[in-house]
């Protein structure tokens, strides 16, 4: 099967950076469109950004020009690198993956959500 594995989180100071990471594995795994979704305390799950397989990141409002959601083929990770943190943005932070692997003669494709990371922001 197919396992996502998200790290990266911790604490850090109002203004400061994270990056989180999230890498998948699994027999012959090719991703092809991610996202990142964040959920704060007593809010929904929304969409951070998008990457996908072909074409232009998208962003959430709120995190434009101080966000990045970029990707590494080869290694079958992707991030999400967070600059100017806000108090506000404390939170789980996930990771959602699309693509295709081979777990026997031929390829599926697949979902799959890594298990979260929380980012604390403090003052």
């Known amino acids: 099967q197919v396992q996502v594995v998200g790290s990266g989180g911790g604490l850090v100071q109002a203004g400061?950076?994270?990056r989180l990471s999230c890498a998948a594995s699994g027999s012959n795994v090719r991703i092809l469109d991610t996202d990142w979704y964040r959920q704060t305390p007593g809010e929904q799950r929304e969409l951070v950004a998008r990457i996908p397989t072909?074409?232009?990141?998208?962003?959430?409002?709120?995190v434009k020009g101080r966000?990045?959601?970029?990707r590494d083929d080869f290694k079958n990770t992707v991030y999400l690198q967070m600059n100017t943190l806000y108090l506000g943005e404390t939170g789980v932070y996930f990771c959602y993956i699309h693509g295709i692997w081979?777990?026997?003669?031929?390829?599926?494709?697949?979902?799959a959500w890594g298990q979260g990371t929380l980012v604390t922001v403090a003052s």
């Open 16 to 18: 400061g950076s994270l």
């Open 54 to 62: 072909s074409g232009t990141a998208i962003y959430a409002d709120s």
């Open 102 to 111: 081979r777990p026997g003669d031929s390829y599926t494709t697949f979902d």
């Open 67 to 70: 966000f990045t959601i970029s």
